[in-house]
Protein backbone atom coordinates (compact mmCIF):
# COMPACT_ATOMS: atom_id res chain seq x y z
CA UNK A 1 0.00 0.00 0.00
CA UNK A 2 2.95 2.33 0.83
CA UNK A 3 4.59 2.34 -2.51
CA UNK A 4 0.83 3.01 -4.48
CA UNK A 5 0.21 5.84 -1.93
CA UNK A 6 3.35 7.45 -2.52
CA UNK A 7 2.97 6.93 -6.08
CA UNK A 8 -0.30 8.46 -6.31
CA UNK A 9 0.57 11.23 -4.13
CA UNK A 10 3.47 12.31 -6.73
CA UNK A 11 0.81 11.93 -9.41
CA UNK A 12 -1.64 14.94 -7.79
CA UNK A 13 1.53 16.83 -7.30
CA UNK A 14 2.65 16.24 -10.74
CA UNK A 15 -0.99 17.66 -11.75
CA UNK A 16 -0.94 20.52 -9.38
CA UNK A 17 2.42 21.69 -11.64
CA UNK A 18 0.55 20.80 -14.73
CA UNK A 19 -2.61 22.98 -13.73
CA UNK A 20 -0.30 26.05 -12.94
CA UNK A 21 0.23 26.53 -16.79
CA UNK A 22 -3.42 26.22 -18.17
CA UNK A 23 -3.08 30.03 -18.39
CA UNK A 24 0.00 30.47 -19.84
CA UNK A 25 -0.84 27.47 -22.25
CA UNK A 26 -1.76 28.79 -25.63
CA UNK A 27 -4.93 28.39 -28.04
CA UNK A 28 -3.50 25.46 -29.88
CA UNK A 29 -2.15 23.62 -26.91
CA UNK A 30 -5.02 24.21 -24.02
CA UNK A 31 -6.97 21.31 -25.79
CA UNK A 32 -4.08 18.50 -25.61
CA UNK A 33 -3.56 19.97 -21.90
CA UNK A 34 -6.97 19.76 -20.87
CA UNK A 35 -7.02 16.16 -21.81
CA UNK A 36 -3.93 15.36 -20.39
CA UNK A 37 -4.95 16.42 -17.06
CA UNK A 38 -8.10 14.58 -17.04
CA UNK A 39 -6.89 11.56 -18.23
CA UNK A 40 -4.35 11.90 -14.96
CA UNK A 41 -7.12 12.70 -13.10
CA UNK A 42 -9.11 9.63 -13.62
CA UNK A 43 -6.11 7.40 -13.38
CA UNK A 44 -5.72 8.57 -10.06
CA UNK A 45 -8.94 8.21 -9.19
CA UNK A 46 -8.62 4.36 -10.14
CA UNK A 47 -5.47 4.45 -7.68
CA UNK A 48 -7.94 5.83 -4.68
CA UNK A 49 -10.46 2.91 -5.69
CA UNK A 50 -7.21 0.47 -4.99
CA UNK A 51 -5.91 2.64 -1.88
CA UNK A 52 -9.39 2.23 -0.53
CA UNK A 53 -9.49 -1.63 -1.03
CA UNK A 54 -5.91 -1.74 0.67
CA UNK A 55 -6.57 0.56 3.75
CA UNK A 56 -9.86 -1.65 4.71
CA UNK A 57 -7.52 -4.92 4.99
CA UNK A 58 -4.79 -3.35 7.02
CA UNK A 59 -4.66 -3.99 10.92
CA UNK A 60 -7.09 -2.79 13.08
CA UNK A 61 -4.48 -0.73 14.79
CA UNK A 62 -3.54 0.96 11.42
CA UNK A 63 -6.79 0.56 9.25
CA UNK A 64 -8.26 4.00 10.41
CA UNK A 65 -5.14 5.95 9.96
CA UNK A 66 -4.78 4.91 6.28
CA UNK A 67 -7.95 5.33 5.40
CA UNK A 68 -7.30 8.77 6.74
CA UNK A 69 -4.22 9.48 4.35
CA UNK A 70 -6.30 8.01 1.35
CA UNK A 71 -9.32 10.70 2.50
CA UNK A 72 -6.67 13.34 2.23
CA UNK A 73 -5.34 12.38 -1.55
CA UNK A 74 -9.39 12.15 -1.85
CA UNK A 75 -9.69 15.81 -1.35
CA UNK A 76 -6.86 16.95 -3.25
CA UNK A 77 -7.65 15.64 -6.65
CA UNK A 78 -11.75 16.58 -5.60
CA UNK A 79 -9.58 20.32 -5.63
CA UNK A 80 -8.10 20.00 -8.76
CA UNK A 81 -10.49 18.57 -10.39
CA UNK A 82 -12.97 20.92 -9.59
CA UNK A 83 -10.62 24.11 -10.04
CA UNK A 84 -9.75 22.50 -13.88
CA UNK A 85 -14.11 22.56 -14.28
CA UNK A 86 -14.09 25.95 -13.35
CA UNK A 87 -11.08 26.85 -16.06
CA UNK A 88 -12.85 25.39 -18.53
CA UNK A 89 -15.88 27.24 -18.09
CA UNK A 90 -14.14 30.28 -18.14
CA UNK A 91 -12.78 29.37 -21.01
CA UNK A 92 -15.67 28.32 -23.14
CA UNK A 93 -17.40 31.78 -22.08
CA UNK A 94 -14.39 33.40 -23.39
CA UNK A 95 -14.22 31.68 -26.26
CA UNK A 96 -18.06 32.07 -27.19
CA UNK A 97 -17.44 35.70 -26.84
CA UNK A 98 -14.58 35.99 -29.00
CA UNK A 99 -16.67 34.33 -31.85
CA UNK A 100 -19.64 36.72 -31.68
CA UNK A 101 -17.11 39.44 -31.87
CA UNK A 102 -15.68 37.77 -34.97
CA UNK A 103 -19.01 37.41 -36.43
CA UNK A 104 -19.78 40.83 -35.89
CA UNK A 105 -16.98 41.92 -37.06
CA UNK A 106 -16.73 40.30 -40.68
CA UNK A 107 -20.91 40.90 -41.27
CA UNK A 108 -20.76 42.92 -44.40
CA UNK A 109 -23.42 45.12 -45.47
CA UNK A 110 -24.67 45.44 -49.08
CA UNK A 111 -25.23 49.26 -50.90
CA UNK A 112 -28.65 50.24 -52.96
CA UNK A 113 -28.83 51.03 -56.11
CA UNK A 114 -27.91 54.73 -55.86
CA UNK A 115 -24.31 53.34 -54.10
CA UNK A 116 -25.42 54.82 -50.64
CA UNK A 117 -25.18 52.59 -47.61
CA UNK A 118 -28.17 51.23 -45.81
CA UNK A 119 -28.55 52.05 -42.02
CA UNK A 120 -28.51 49.67 -39.60
CA UNK A 121 -31.24 49.05 -37.56
CA UNK A 122 -30.64 50.61 -34.26
CA UNK A 123 -33.49 47.88 -32.42
CA UNK A 124 -32.30 44.97 -34.30
CA UNK A 125 -28.52 46.03 -33.08
CA UNK A 126 -29.54 46.81 -29.61
CA UNK A 127 -31.58 43.26 -29.50
CA UNK A 128 -28.38 41.58 -30.53
CA UNK A 129 -26.36 43.38 -27.71
CA UNK A 130 -28.86 42.44 -25.31
CA UNK A 131 -28.52 38.88 -26.37
CA UNK A 132 -25.13 38.58 -26.22
CA UNK A 133 -24.80 40.40 -22.63
CA UNK A 134 -27.48 37.64 -21.49
CA UNK A 135 -25.40 34.54 -23.27
CA UNK A 136 -22.42 36.44 -21.04
CA UNK A 137 -24.68 36.33 -17.92
CA UNK A 138 -25.95 33.02 -18.06
CA UNK A 139 -22.14 31.65 -18.45
CA UNK A 140 -21.08 33.57 -15.65
CA UNK A 141 -23.59 32.26 -13.77
CA UNK A 142 -22.52 28.65 -15.05
CA UNK A 143 -19.11 29.31 -13.67
CA UNK A 144 -20.83 30.48 -10.59
CA UNK A 145 -23.02 27.58 -10.07
CA UNK A 146 -19.54 25.37 -10.77
CA UNK A 147 -17.78 27.61 -8.04
CA UNK A 148 -20.36 26.53 -5.76
CA UNK A 149 -21.07 22.70 -6.46
CA UNK A 150 -17.23 22.97 -5.64
CA UNK A 151 -17.75 24.46 -2.34
CA UNK A 152 -20.27 21.63 -1.73
CA UNK A 153 -18.26 18.95 -2.03
CA UNK A 154 -15.04 20.43 -0.36
CA UNK A 155 -16.75 21.11 2.87
CA UNK A 156 -18.35 17.44 2.64
CA UNK A 157 -14.67 16.14 2.77
CA UNK A 158 -13.71 18.80 5.44
CA UNK A 159 -16.52 17.20 7.19
CA UNK A 160 -15.70 13.33 6.54
CA UNK A 161 -11.67 14.28 7.23
CA UNK A 162 -12.86 16.04 10.34
CA UNK A 163 -15.26 13.30 11.65
CA UNK A 164 -12.09 10.36 11.06
CA UNK A 165 -9.09 13.03 12.71
CA UNK A 166 -11.18 12.92 15.80
CA UNK A 167 -11.70 9.29 15.60
CA UNK A 168 -7.86 8.82 14.97
CA UNK A 169 -7.47 11.70 17.99
CA UNK A 170 -9.55 9.35 20.60
CA UNK A 171 -7.51 6.50 19.00
CA UNK A 172 -3.99 7.69 19.88
CA UNK A 173 -5.16 9.49 22.84
CA UNK A 174 -4.21 13.13 21.93
CA UNK A 175 -4.79 15.79 24.69
CA UNK A 176 -7.98 18.25 24.81
CA UNK A 177 -5.31 21.08 23.99
CA UNK A 178 -4.75 19.50 20.42
CA UNK A 179 -8.62 18.67 19.84
CA UNK A 180 -10.07 22.03 20.60
CA UNK A 181 -6.92 23.13 17.69
CA UNK A 182 -8.32 20.88 15.33
CA UNK A 183 -12.12 21.61 16.00
CA UNK A 184 -11.37 25.67 15.68
CA UNK A 185 -9.32 24.73 12.27
CA UNK A 186 -12.70 23.33 11.19
CA UNK A 187 -14.51 25.93 12.01
CA UNK A 188 -12.16 28.32 10.20
CA UNK A 189 -12.21 26.61 7.05
CA UNK A 190 -16.30 26.63 7.67
CA UNK A 191 -16.27 31.01 7.84
CA UNK A 192 -13.81 30.45 4.68
CA UNK A 193 -16.01 28.64 2.33
CA UNK A 194 -19.45 30.37 3.52
CA UNK A 195 -17.20 33.84 3.08
CA UNK A 196 -16.42 31.98 -1.05
CA UNK A 197 -19.71 31.48 -1.32
CA UNK A 198 -21.04 34.81 -0.66
CA UNK A 199 -18.56 36.49 -2.20
CA UNK A 200 -19.54 34.39 -5.30
CA UNK A 201 -23.21 34.94 -4.54
CA UNK A 202 -22.30 38.55 -4.24
CA UNK A 203 -20.37 38.83 -7.52
CA UNK A 204 -23.28 37.10 -9.62
CA UNK A 205 -25.74 39.63 -8.29
CA UNK A 206 -23.24 42.51 -9.41
CA UNK A 207 -22.88 41.04 -13.15
CA UNK A 208 -26.40 40.62 -13.41
CA UNK A 209 -27.56 44.03 -11.83
CA UNK A 210 -25.53 45.84 -14.67
CA UNK A 211 -24.68 43.30 -17.74
CA UNK A 212 -28.80 42.50 -17.33
Wanted: charge should be neutral.
Amino acid sequence: MEALYHQTNKQIQEVHSLMGGLERTDRESIHLLENELQARIDQIFNHLERLEILANKELPNRRQKAKLRVDQLKYDVQHIRTALHNFQQRRYAREAQEREREELMSRTFTTNDADTSIPIDETLRFNAGLQNAHSQVDDILGSGRSILDGLKDQRSWLKDVHKKMLNVANMLGLSNTVMRLIERRATEDKFIMIGGMLLTCIFMFLVIRYLG
